[in-house]
Nanobody, 121 residues
């Protein structure tokens, strides 16, 4: 089974920046799309940004121009650079990855444990 280990969350003031990272490890053949989601208290989990294995990216409208998703395929790692943070960005951020365990097998999606991001003065 794949393990997704996230890091980089914390407390930051409005207008500040944070960089989240998520590393996939385990007996895996390849990692396809990787994404970041977030869930604020009392709200549903929502997609923040996604990046394909080829580097194509898509962002939720509420983070366009502020957040940047990137990855290193050799390290099976994805990052989320978060700039110009707002109090409404406060949430638990989760990494999601589509993993193949062998050549020709289907893609299975796994979640990280989540990392708290709090934007407050």
């Amino acid at each position: 089974q794949v393990q997704l280990v996230e890091s980089g969350g914390g407390l930051v003031q409005p207008g500040g920046s944070l960089r989240l990272s998520c590393a996939a490890s385990g007996s895996i053949f390849s990692v396809n799309a990787m994404a970041w989601y977030r869930q604020a208290p009392g709200k549903q989990r929502e997609l923040v940004a996604i990046i394909s294995s080829g580097g194509s990216t898509n962002y939720a409208d509420f983070v366009k121009g502020r957040f940047i998703i990137s990855r290193d395929n050799a390290k099976n790692t994805v990052w989320l650079q978060m700039n110009s943070l707002k109090p409404e960005d406060t949430a638990v951020y989760y990494c999601n990855a589509g993993v193949q365990y062998s050549s020709g097998s289907g893609t299975q999606f796994s979640w990280g444990q989540g990392t708290q991001v709090t934007v407050s003065s």
